[in-house]
């Protein structure tokens, strides 16, 4: 028998008096897949399922029961609340209705807004490309979350000819957090880098009155020591400036013309205060093949009763 939920999902971003946008959300609901149209996929016949290409789309109307989605944006003297609401449907007992799955997503960019909107438009597509985001097992759900972050990730390096250049010249520094909670039948998935909290509202019992928040994602902060750990691991560092742990920046002096050599001097520039994000492609390590700032997600799995 297929649950059917009411769901209400809040989100706040504040813009921080910056000039331009770089906070974004995204929340979008759709069918999932039938057995044969993954079938299909599998086999290159048939792309994967229609896709609302709108990174702006709301609920749609089909899915049993009810999701409310609001959202706050506090960057004006008065904030403004927006909300997108589905209604109820109540199909025939002999209708079969597709299984629907929604998804919500936060994205604080730095750097400028083009990582933010990349992400916005393109994350969900990749993550859905994963083989395995349709299973019923939990751990290979997961696998194809983090997949899809890092295949997202790489997609932005053909981009990043095309975003703006620094005032300096250089290549745009870019990135953005992501968060993303994906309700499918009767579980909720986390995948996320950065700093943008996932909080859940928890009653312990039908009767009582309050709910409980319970915190499911773990900032990436670089003092944490796993984040330091790994970071150091990579040849990269933290530096500590105006009371901030931020990862360093390693650049060659900007007076600096022609190629690296061991003899190029190189400024170390306390920089980005997340240790993990999408891209901020400046962080890339050439003699490891990976980032200082890791677009790998943690991901977690919760049952809803």
């Not at 709301?58 to 008065?78: A, C, H, M, N």
């Not at 919500?104 to 597509?125: N, Q, Y």
């Not at 095309?162 to 993303?180: D, Q, R």
């Not at 920046?249 to 190189?266: A, D, E, F, M, Q």
Request: with cysteine; glycine share 6%.
């Amino acid at each position: 028998m297929d649950v059917v939920f009411s769901c209400r999902a809040s989100i706040y971003y504040d813009q921080g008096g910056r000039k331009y946008m770089e906070d974004l959300v995204t929340m979008k609901q759709e069918d999932e897949p039938s057995e044969d149209e993954l079938d299909a996929a599998e086999r290159g016949e048939i792309a994967a399922p229609a896709q609302d290409q709108n990174p702006d789309a709301s609920i749609q109307d089909s899915i049993p029961g009810s999701i409310t989605v609001t959202y706050v944006q506090d960057d004006e003297p008065s904030s403004t609340l927006q909300q997108a609401s589905m209604p109820s449907s109540h199909p025939s007992k002999n209708a079969r209705r597709p299984r629907a799955v929604a998804m919500f997503a936060v994205f604080d960019g730095h750097g400028g807004p083009d990582a933010a909107r990349f992400a916005r438009s393109h994350l969900w597509d990749h993550i859905k490309k994963q083989r395995g985001f349709w299973s019923e097992d939990d751990e290979e759900v997961c696998a194809a979350l983090r997949k899809g972050f890092i295949s997202c990730h790489h997609a932005m390096w053909k981009k990043l000819p095309e975003w703006p250049k620094t005032v300096t010249g250089l290549p745009s520094t870019s990135g953005t957090t992501a968060s993303i909670v994906v309700i499918r039948r009767d579980r909720m998935y986390v995948a996320h880098v950065g700093d943008s909290a996932v909080v859940l509202g928890v009653q312990d019992h039908p009767s009582d009155e309050f709910i409980r928040a319970v915190e499911i994602t773990q900032d990436h902060k670089p003092e944490l020591p796993k984040e330091r750990e790994r970071i150091e691991g990579l040849g990269g560092s933290v530096i500590k400036k105006s009371g901030v742990n931020r990862v360093v920046w390693k650049r060659p002096r900007l007076t600096h013309n022609g190629p690296v050599r061991r003899s190029t001097v190189i400024d170390q520039i306390p920089f980005l205060a997340v240790a993990r994000a999408l891209g901020d492609l400046w962080s890339y390590d050439f003699y490891s093949g990976e980032f200082v700032v890791s677009p790998e997600p943690d991901t977690a799995v919760i049952k809803l009763d």
